[in-house]
T-cell receptor
Framework: NAGVMQNPRHLVRRRGQEARLRCSPM?????VYWYRQLPEEGLKFMVY????????ESGMPKERFSAEFPKEGPSILRIQQVVRGDSAAYFC????????????FGDGTRLSIL | GNSVTQMEGPVTLSEEAFLTINCTYT??????LFWYVQYPGEGLQLLLK?????DKGSNKGFEATYRKETTSFHLEKGSVQVSDSAVYFC????????????FGKGTTLSVSS
């Protein structure tokens, strides 16, 4: 299965710890998007990256959150000093980046903050 | 701004019933429209899409028509199955490469036998 791979599927952290979420895009895709899904809510865009570049981070909180997509390896969404409100499902999607090409989603990382 | 509004759920139906999930949008410009489905514990799967007015997207018995005059993209299926139980999300994006999806809040469908 060459779909979007996210890990871990579930992540538990205590308040104040760091959370690292990983996403490997589909083969041939060079564009990665991160979305957050809060309970009973739809998905909200956070950040859009291409290899080694952040293209749009308009949906990302200004503090504690960062994202990268290095030349080699998966995209990483990093949350520092987590708080209870960070508990959510975080989804990664990838696309070819061409017009009208759909985004394909991973199964998400469920982050729980104790 | 750009937004998507879906009918609130849950929608509860018996097997073989007709399904409609309403979706309307507000957009500055001419977006592409999508329906995604999320099964429990999984990510979103693209169900169907339409890229311009009057286009009809269809897949697995589901259909939706892009109605520019009513800014709508309602999802329909003639006969639902228990396996269709899931959360359905309507979404839009603009046709430039790399634009983010804007989602509705999702509608939970529960089908009983």
């Amino acid at each position: 299965n060459a779909g979007v791979m996210q890990n871990p599927r579930h992540l538990v952290r205590r308040r104040g710890q760091e959370a690292r979420l990983r996403c490997s895009p589909m083969k041939g895709h060079s564009h990665v998007y991160w979305y957050r899904q809060l309970p009973e809510e739809g998905l909200k865009f956070m950040v859009y990256l291409q290899k080694e570049n952040i293209i749009d981070e308009s949906g990302m909180p200004k503090e504690r959150f960062s994202a990268e997509f290095p030349k080699e390896g998966p995209s990483i969404l990093r949350i520092q000093q987590v708080v209870r409100g960070d508990s959510a499902a975080y989804f990664c999607a990838s696309s070819e980046g061409r017009q009208n090409q759909p985004q394909h989603f991973g199964d998400g990382t469920r982050l729980s903050i104790l | 701004g750009n937004s998507v509004t879906q009918m609130e759920g849950p929608v509860t139906l018996s097997e073989e019933a007709f399904l409609t999930i309403n979706c309307t949008y507000t957009a500055t410009g001419y977006p592409s429209l999508f329906w995604y489905v999320q099964y429990p514990g999984e990510g979103l799967q693209l169900l169907l899409k339409a890229t311009k007015a009057d286009d009809k997207g269809s897949n697995k018995g589901f259909e939706a028509t892009y109605r520019k005059e009513t800014t709508s993209f309602h999802l329909e299926k003639g006969s639902v199955q228990v396996s269709d139980s899931a959360v359905y999300f309507c979404a839009l994006s603009f046709n430039q490469a790399g634009t983010a999806l804007i989602f509705g809040k999702g509608t939970t469908l529960s089908v009983s036998s």
